[in-house]
């Protein structure tokens, strides 16, 4: 029996298919362009999109488990998460892991209320983020400069995010559990800037903004917010960039107990100790270099 990857050629989703594969496991990929996909020798891949319920039975056809992600190409949460559900429910899957964003949308709802066996996987922060987030300022000026650079986080590889997705897929018992997956380390903004600066070689910096120096930064100058931690609330009609930035704002500076504390749970699902930063730094150091460097 197949199992099947949702968001395949995603940040997340090609660890979850790379992971599979080593253990001998049968994939198959969902993607919006397969000729695109770029995944390796072996893995069957489909055309797809969430987003698009009447696309998907094909998709699910002879799968017995999946891995799914509850947001569209947009980052915005899932609509037709029941559509979805249905559908699983009709090609007889059986099991599903849920990869959670900030947000739930429909899918999350209606996979709980169904007979699906679902494990939701509720990692905080990727290491990945910070190729977006960070890439662009560090290239060019070797500077960020954001609110809060004391606040914390325990960020997550994405290979070991894969790695809980395929473990779970595979070994029975983690049906009905959510997994709170954090990385091996609390750090906080300008500890992260020193592991790069280590990777790269670099005189890399962080410079802290006031809140009214990020209002000004931020609201008015162009640098719109992440959207995906905001959701639907992003897309919601007559909410401002202003506005995004005065949440963000709260979220940085309020402590997170939830969101700063270490729960061991990749060594325990997987037998490994997550990957630190400084490794992640490591083998990203390319993305934090100016163009055209060697």
Same mark, same amino acid.
């Given at each position: 029996m197949t199992i099947l990857v949702t968001g395949a050629t995603g940040t997340v989703g090609r660890h979850v298919v790379d992971h599979l594969l080593r253990q001998g496991q049968k994939v198959r990929a969902l993607t919006r362009d397969p000729a695109r996909a770029d995944l390796p020798e072996g893995?069957?891949?489909?055309?797809?999109?969430?987003? =698009? +319920?009447?696309? %998907? +039975?094909?998709?699910?056809?002879?799968?017995? #488990?999946?891995? $799914?992600?509850?947001?569209?190409?947009?980052?915005?949460?899932? =609509?037709?998460?029941?559509?979805?559900?249905? $559908? @699983? &429910?009709?090609?007889?899957?059986g099991k599903v892991?849920? $990869? +959670?964003?900030?947000?739930?949308?429909? %899918?999350?709802?209606?996979? =709980?209320? &169904?007979?699906?066996?679902?494990?939701? @996987?509720?990692?905080?922060?990727?290491? #990945?983020n910070f190729i977006a987030d960070w890439g662009e300022p560090l290239r060019t000026t070797g500077v960020v400069r954001e609110p809060y650079g004391d606040r914390k986080s325990p960020p997550i590889h994405e290979a070991d995010i894969g790695a809980v997705a395929a473990t779970v897929l595979i070994q029975a018992g983690h049906a009905g559990q959510a997994y709170h997956l954090t990385g091996p380390e609390v750090l906080t903004p300008r500890q992260m800037i020193r592991h790069l600066?280590?990777?790269?070689?670099?005189? @890399?910096?962080?410079?802290?903004?006031?809140?009214?120096?990020t209002r000004q930064e931020w609201g008015t100058e162009g640098k719109r917010p992440d959207l995906s931690l905001f959701g639907a609330f992003a897309q919601t009609p007559g909410v401002t960039d202003g506005d995004l930035v005065e949440i963000l704002l709260q979220m940085y500076g309020?402590?997170?107990?939830?969101?700063?504390? $270490?729960?061991?749970?990749?060594?325990? @699902?997987?037998?490994?100790?997550? =990957?630190?930063? #400084?490794?992640?730094?490591?083998?990203?150091?390319?993305?934090?270099?100016?163009?055209?460097?060697?």
């Open positions: 893995v069957e891949v489909v055309a797809g999109d969430l987003t =698009r +319920s009447g696309t %998907l +039975s094909p998709a699910f056809d002879g799968v017995r #488990a999946a891995h $799914l992600i509850t947001f569209g190409g947009d980052y915005q949460p899932l =609509r037709n998460g029941q559509e979805i559900v249905d $559908l @699983l &429910g009709k090609a007889g899957v892991t849920l $990869l +959670s964003g900030w947000h739930e949308g429909t %899918l999350e709802p209606a996979v =709980r209320a &169904g007979t699906l066996q679902w494990t939701f @996987l509720q990692p905080v922060q990727f290491m #990945a600066a280590e990777a790269t070689g670099r005189d @890399l910096r962080f410079e802290e903004l006031t809140p009214d120096q309020t402590p997170n107990e939830y969101g700063t504390t $270490l729960t061991g749970n990749v060594e325990k @699902l997987t037998g490994r100790a997550p =990957r630190t930063f #400084a490794q992640w730094a490591a083998e990203n150091a390319h993305h934090f270099q100016p163009r055209g460097a060697a």
